[in-house]
């Protein structure tokens, strides 16, 4: 997740018509977190959801938010004569520039499958970046993927990006990297507490993302767990997953 702890779809919509945010705040990001790195970050989605390459496609953002994300996938889905749709509230949906080819659906994903009935099996891409982590905890996370995959073309790709799982997280601070990289950020000789036992429900963990990687396996699938290049501002703890629909 972004560093504001407990929030969710309601506190996104506030966040959204809130003025004296940024457009990284609103999205639940400090600026040192996205400024400058969001090239970066696309980069690193281009090179997982490669069906982006493809022209004439359908592509689904789920919760673009209001950052330079979505408008640097915007521009790469004109470029390439894609129909994009973007899922979010309407309160972010305002802020995003209203172009060809670009269709807005407010709600909260995924409940609204109504909407999405006419792109059953349709789409080539699907992104879904730094937003599972509110899914999980709002949301039921099986209809959540399951929907996805029904939305999916034949060879069809989703990547659920920027996954915060706190089985990583704890691995990187019992770890001398890790150690020295907290002490580096708060200016203290302090070794972070890690407790490997602790339970922690609405956070996701390595188990969680072992599911939803067999879950859509079992529903006929490829499924994968990627990496995040080094490059990117949370790569030390956070986690993608891309699923292909053959």
């Not at 609204?112 to 099996?121: F, S």
Request: charged share 25%; aromatic share 10%; with cysteine.
């Amino acid at each position: 997740m972004g560093v504001f702890d407990d929030i969710g779809y309601e506190d996104f919509r506030r966040m959204a018509m809130n003025d004296s945010l940024s457009v990284h705040e609103k999205i639940g990001f400090p600026d040192a977190y996205r400024d400058a790195h969001e090239k970066a970050i696309f980069a690193d989605i281009e090179s997982k959801l490669t069906n982006l390459a493809l022209r004439c496609g359908n592509v689904l953002d789920i919760g673009p938010g209001c950052a330079g994300l979505p408008r640097l996938l915007i521009d790469a889905c004109q470029q390439r004569e894609h129909s994009l749709v973007l899922i979010d509230s309407a309160e972010m949906l305002a802020h995003l520039p209203d172009a060809s080819g670009v269709i807005k659906l407010p709600g909260f994903y995924p409940d609204c499958d109504d909407a999405l009935q006419p792109w059953v099996g349709r789409f080539d891409a699907i992104l879904c970046y730094s937003v599972f982590q509110y899914i999980f905890v709002e949301a039921s996370f099986w209809k959540f993927l399951d929907l996805s995959i029904e939305l999916l073309a034949p060879g069809g790709q989703m990547l659920i990006g920027d996954i915060p799982n706190v089985s990583k997280r704890k691995r990187f601070f019992a770890s001398d990297a890790g150690v020295k990289f907290h002490q580096d950020f708060t200016q203290t000789t302090e070794v972070p507490h890690v407790d490997f036992r602790a339970v922690e429900a609405t956070k996701i963990d390595d188990a969680v993302i072992l599911g939803v990687i067999m879950r859509a396996r079992a529903q006929g699938c490829d499924a994968y767990w990627l990496p995040q290049g080094n490059t990117l501002p949370m790569a030390n703890r956070r986690e993608d997953v891309l699923i292909v629909k053959p």
